[in-house]
């Protein structure tokens, strides 16, 4: 039972434009959440989370859109720049239990010339 | 800045031999996660440490999964007998306490040991 789903397992995108990263959850009591980037042979690093209070969240170039509704969040990077190449994960957790995260099969993101 | 240290980077072992993952975390982080990442998809987690308590450990397939953290520091994680689906990246984290938003405290990863068992 996959309660939080990243459909895409991959997106390409030119540099300097925009990338969107989605994320679904089926858990209605999800009340945090968090992608995290994952370079080649190295472990997933934290990049931005956001509570379920909230609607939207910004560090820098990365956003952070949540839609409870929905039940769907997505990560904008704008502008999108070759570093950024990596494998995103979403992350979800309880309001209870904060620290056991429940991950998504994450999104290779390729950003090009 | 020292990061989560985490050896052997690769281990291949054949089916129904043991293994044993070592951790060292971030200096002063009480937390110490370990999880499991089978290929294609996301990192689960198998057991949390509380300094040298179990905080869960709900996921971890105690039949043949065993981990400890003595002296609250340093981890290991022991499978014995291993199998085919074993095979995934181990990944260890820490943070300095519970609680990733309360007390804003991320976790932060090591680099994983890649398991193959033929």
């Known amino acids: 039972d996959q309660q939080v789903k990243q459909n895409s397992p991959s997106l390409s995108v030119q540099e300097g434009r925009i990338s969107i990263l989605n994320c679904d959850y089926t858990?209605?009591?999800?009340?945090?959440f968090l992608w995290y980037k994952k370079y080649p042979a190295e472990g997933p690093t934290f990049l931005i989370s956001?509570?379920?209070?909230?609607d939207k969240n910004e560090d820098g170039r990365f956003t952070v859109f949540l839609n409870k509704s929905a039940k769907h969040l997505s990560l904008h990077i704008v502008p999108s720049q070759p570093g950024d190449s990596a494998v995103y994960f979403c992350a979800a957790s309880l309001l209870y239990n904060t620290d056991k995260l429940i991950f998504g099969t994450g999104t290779r993101l390729q950003v090009f010339p | 800045e020292a990061g989560v240290a985490q050896s052997p980077r690769y281990k291949i072992i054949e089916k129904r031999q043991s293994v044993a993952f070592w951790c060292n975390p971030i200096s002063g982080h009480a937390t110490l996660y370990w999880y499991q990442q089978i290929l294609g998809q996301g990192p689960k987690l198998l057991i949390q440490f509380q300094n040298n308590g179990v905080v869960d450990d709900s996921q971890l397939p105690k039949d043949r999964f065993s981990a400890e953290r003595l002296k609250g520091v340093d981890s290991t994680l022991k499978i014995q007998p291993a199998k085919l689906e074993d095979s995934a990246v181990y990944l260890c984290?820490?943070?300095?306490?519970?609680?990733?938003?309360?007390?804003?405290?991320?976790?932060?990863f090591g680099q994983g040991t890649r398991l193959t068992v033929v």
């Open positions: 858990n209605s009591m999800f009340d945090y």
């Open positions: 984290a820490s943070s300095l306490d519970r609680g990733f938003f309360f007390l804003n405290t991320e976790a932060f």
């Open positions: 956001i509570s379920s209070i909230k």
